[in-house]
């Protein structure tokens, strides 16, 4: 979904990074977590140090700042601690990025995201953002809704993907994760554009560009994995994979990985879905935990 407004988009994302950071950044640090210009992150924070809602010391780190003091308190979804301890282990197992979304009311909510250390960072979706639910996106917690939820999200599909969908949730029922690649030939192209927007941030120059390499980016990686693609030997691109996260018997989040590789070995592939299983796992173990504190 693109910004109404990226320049206060921007300024939000500095603050959610900044906020649920475990220690101060540089705005080097800011620049490539959050996949902005250098320049542009530190306007920013300048212009945030001014008003009192980040503070720098003596390092030239930023951390929350004095004013934040005076918020009132909001009903927005913040994860745990322990929910984004264990996203930042998945982050680090698959050396990628991790995502965890809120599927509800046809919609797609991010909730948190994390980074691996030294990873490649594609910029997406930012913490608090919500696009209308739509196939293949909400994959993961699916076989685990209602009959009528399941029809109003296949229905979403357009052609070929359509007659897979039924396909994609038997998958997704058999592994506990769904699994995505680019066709062979499209592979290079999400290199080239996954390298594109890691290599000059978040802006690609104007808003209206990323937006349009983002859903290009989005429309080459969504083609769903069979069994017998994943099982094979053969050496295959993988863009995202992504799984269910319980609260009791519901699946209400869905928490995704975006190696975004061109060429992974049936070792490492296994080895993207042992991550991103077990990861899942540790997340429904801490709502449990959660829910039952409360």
Same mark, same amino acid.
């Given at each position: 979904?693109?910004?109404?407004?990226?320049?206060?988009?921007?300024?939000?994302?500095?603050?959610?990074?900044?906020?649920?950071?475990?220690?101060?950044?540089?705005?080097?640090?800011?620049?490539?977590?959050?996949?902005?210009?250098?320049?542009?992150?530190?306007?920013?924070?300048?212009?945030?140090?001014?008003?009192?809602?980040?503070?720098?010391?003596?390092?030239?780190?930023?951390?929350?700042?004095?004013?934040?003091?005076?918020?009132?308190?909001?009903?927005?979804?913040?994860?745990?601690?322990?929910?984004?301890?264990?996203?930042?282990?998945?982050?680090?197992?698959?050396?990628?990025?991790?995502?965890?979304?809120?599927?509800?009311?046809?919609?797609?909510?991010?909730?948190?995201?994390?980074?691996?250390?030294?990873?490649?960072?594609?910029?997406?979706?930012?913490?608090?953002?919500?696009?209308?639910?739509?196939?293949?996106?909400?994959?993961?917690?699916?076989?685990?809704?209602?009959?009528?939820?399941?029809?109003?999200?296949?229905?979403?599909?357009?052609?070929?993907? @359509?007659? !897979?969908?039924? %396909?994609?949730? /038997?998958?997704?029922?058999?592994?506990?994760?769904? &699994?995505? *690649?680019? +066709? $062979?030939?499209?592979?290079?192209?999400?290199?080239?554009?996954?390298?594109?927007?890691?290599?000059?941030?978040?802006?690609?120059?104007?808003?209206?560009?990323?937006?349009?390499?983002?859903?290009?980016?989005?429309?080459?990686?969504?083609?769903?994995?069979?069994?017998?693609?994943?099982?094979?030997?053969?050496?295959?691109?993988?863009?995202?994979?992504?799984?269910?996260?319980?609260?009791?018997?519901?699946?209400?989040?869905?928490?995704?990985?975006?190696?975004?590789?061109?060429?992974?070995?049936?070792?490492? @592939?296994? !080895?993207?879905? %042992?991550?991103? /299983?077990?990861?899942?796992?540790?997340?429904?173990? &801490?709502? *449990?935990? +959660? $829910?039952?504190?409360?």
């Amino acid at each position: 979904m693109e910004s109404a407004s990226p320049p206060t988009r921007r300024v939000i994302e500095v603050m959610e990074l900044l906020t649920r950071a475990d220690r101060p950044l540089t705005a080097t640090e800011v620049a490539s977590a959050l996949g902005l210009a250098r320049a542009t992150v530190t306007a920013v924070l300048a212009e945030l140090d001014d008003a009192g809602w980040v503070r720098r010391d003596r390092d030239r780190r930023f951390g929350p700042g004095p004013a934040l003091a005076g918020l009132r308190p909001v009903d927005a979804e913040v994860p745990s601690a322990a929910v984004s301890a264990e996203l930042r282990a998945l982050a680090v197992a698959a050396h990628c990025g991790v995502t965890l979304s809120r599927i509800a009311d046809g919609r797609l909510t991010v909730v948190a995201k994390e980074y691996a250390p030294g990873g490649r960072i594609v910029p997406g979706l930012a913490v608090g953002q919500s696009i209308p639910l739509g196939y293949p996106a909400g994959a993961a917690v699916m076989p685990w809704r209602s009959e009528a939820e399941r029809r109003v999200w296949s229905a979403s599909a357009t052609g070929p993907a @359509r007659r !897979g969908a039924p %396909a994609l949730l /038997r998958f997704v029922t058999t592994h506990r994760c769904a &699994v995505f *690649r680019p +066709d $062979s030939d499209d592979a290079g192209l999400v290199d080239v554009l996954a390298e594109l927007l890691g290599a000059v941030g978040g802006e690609v120059v104007q808003p209206e560009l990323r937006a349009r390499v983002l859903r290009q980016l989005a429309r080459l990686t969504a083609r769903p994995y069979t069994d017998t693609e994943l099982d094979s030997a053969e050496t295959m691109p993988v863009s995202y994979l992504s799984a269910p996260v319980f609260d009791g018997a519901a699946a209400p989040y869905e928490v995704q990985i975006g190696p975004l590789r061109s060429a992974v070995s049936g070792s490492e @592939r296994a !080895g993207y879905v %042992a991550a991103i /299983r077990a990861g899942a796992e540790a997340l429904s173990g &801490v709502l *449990r935990a +959660d $829910s039952c504190s409360r």
